[in-house]
């Protein structure tokens, strides 16, 4: 009888051989029902809410003004409080170009149109009545102005005194307080006033 062979010695372990060959090429599924879902585009949401906010800040309704259609409303503001309400507008998130295409319209057509330039330029002003000539204040007179009836404000204790100060014309939009120039004897020296206004004082 022959004797029994002995069992083959063990080879050395491959250590790139995988123990279970069925789980060679196996991959995680993803889940169809997560990857295939269109979620909602936040991004959109939010340009259209933010776009209706500032749309919101710069109506002015169906308010008209008298003189608005011949650009003859009479102004009663200086240009630093103009200048004021342009910034507390700006700091909102509404952009120069924005508020732009919106003073352009209280503008009638054919006397121009307020530019972001006019816009920056005027913003640069420094003084109370610097820019009085300039398209941007008289159109932000007038958007401003157009804003308060809409939303039922009352006029101020200094709105109220410059109409008193100024009368019918309102404030001077055509000569111009930083470029114009005055002649004064030499005991005489020019100042504007709280209202705008430029009164001759001696000394």
Same mark, same amino acid.
């Not at 509404?94 to 003073?103: E, F, I, P, Y």
């Given at each position: 009888?022959?004797?029994? $062979?002995?069992? &083959?010695?063990? %080879?050395?372990?491959? @250590? +790139? *051989?995988?123990?279970?060959? #069925? ?6 599924? $993803?889940?169809? &029902?997560?990857? %295939?879902?269109?979620? @909602? +585009? *936040?991004?959109?949401?939010? #340009? ?12 002015? %309704? ?142």
């Amino acid at each position: 009888m022959p004797a029994a $062979s002995a069992p &083959a010695p063990l %080879g050395d372990r491959d @250590p +790139n *051989k995988l123990s279970n060959p #069925t789980q060679q090429g196996t991959k995680r599924k $993803s889940n169809s &029902a997560t990857s %295939g879902e269109q979620r @909602p +585009n *936040k991004t959109a949401k939010h #340009t259209k809410s933010k776009k209706a906010d500032i749309d919101a800040l710069l109506d002015t %309704g169906d308010v008209t003004l008298p003189g608005e259609d011949t650009g003859s409303v009479p102004v009663y503001d200086t240009c630093g409080e103009i200048r004021r309400k342009i910034r507390a507008l700006l700091a909102k998130g509404v952009s120069q170009a924005a508020l732009s295409r919106t003073l352009s319209k209280m503008v009638p057509g054919g006397q121009g149109q307020v530019s972001s330039r006019n816009i920056g330029t005027f913003m640069k002003q420094k003084h109370l009545m610097d820019g009085n000539t300039s398209p941007a204040f008289y159109a932000g007179y007038v958007f401003f102005e157009k804003q308060r009836i809409k939303n039922g404000k009352p006029k101020t204790k200094t709105r109220q005194e410059m109409e008193e100060v100024h009368g019918k014309t309102g404030v001077d939009l055509d000569w111009s307080f930083k470029g114009g120039s005055l002649t004064l004897f030499r005991n005489e020296r020019a100042h504007v006033d709280k209202f705008g206004r430029i009164q001759i004082i001696k000394h």
